[in-house]
């Protein structure tokens, strides 16, 4: 890719048209600090990365990003910005309800942000009269994109601008890495307290992993993998339109 451009759609309404009814995913990203060496993009950037690869392949509809979300966590560090989680609670439940009277007849949401929490709550209510909105990538989607992509940090390690996201982005948006990212590393595997103190009580660098770990070659392995990983949640909701039971 190598143009953040690239990854906001520019489809016009007649290209909807003729794609016909799909399943819609909703990069949602944040505004937040990750070092000196990364943008404050980089979550939004990378869930654009995801959602656009999984639009391509699976033909889905792309919406543009939510780029402000909940980062309080980082709040003591230059340049973050949140909303209440609240607010994006109520932007995601108003994003499908439109999508839904549309016709529009499912949503995949791309969280590039961990600290979104709020997310598994306004899916888990949507979904109780049956599946319509999934959450991607869930844990086990992203262990096994580590795993395929033979990244050699853990995931306790690499939890903030480390080997994970440095990957996406050496792929899919080089131009955003500044130099000077590979002498980032910093460990702090243990963060019992991470609620209450946030990431300021755990890295003074902003960066919690092993960026110099990071290449091209497993950010592409990563984008590869969780495209694959995102069949199954399709087709959960692509049965639950159906009333079929979830494979």
Not at 18 to 40: I, K, M, T, W
Not at 172 to 198: M, N, Q
Not at 220 to 236: E, N
Request: glycine fraction near 12%; aromatic fraction near 4%; include cysteine.
């Amino acid at each position: 890719m190598g143009n953040t451009d690239d990854l906001i759609t520019r489809a016009t309404s007649g290209d909807e048209r003729e794609r016909g009814p799909a399943v819609a995913v909703l990069p949602v990203g944040s505004f937040e600090q990750h070092g000196d060496h990364l943008p404050l993009i980089t979550d939004t950037a990378i869930a654009c990365l995801i959602a656009r690869r999984l639009a391509d392949d699976h033909s889905l509809f792309l919406l543009p990003p939510i780029t402000i979300s909940c980062s309080h966590e980082h709040a003591s560090m230059a340049g973050t910005v949140s909303i209440g989680a609240g607010t994006l609670y109520a932007m995601v439940h108003d994003i499908w309800r439109s999508l839904e009277a549309s016709g529009v007849p499912g949503l995949l949401i791309v969280n590039g942000h961990g600290g979104n929490y709020v997310l598994q709550n306004v899916v888990q209510e949507i979904n109780v009269s049956g599946p319509r909105v999934a959450l991607f990538p869930v844990g086990h989607d992203r262990a096994k994109a580590r795993a395929d992509a033979k990244l050699e940090s853990s995931g306790a390690e690499d939890m903030h601008g480390g080997e994970f996201e440095v990957s996406l982005l050496l792929y899919g948006t080089p131009h955003l890495v500044r130099k000077g990212i590979d002498e980032d590393d910093h460990l702090a595997p243990s963060r019992s307290h991470l609620l209450t103190v946030g990431m300021a009580g755990y890295t003074t660098n902003g960066v919690i992993g092993l960026p110099s770990l990071a290449t091209a070659a497993k950010g592409k392995a990563l984008l590869d993998s969780l495209s694959g990983s995102a069949r199954t949640h399709l087709d959960i909701l692509a049965a639950g339109r159906e009333g079929r039971s979830a494979p």
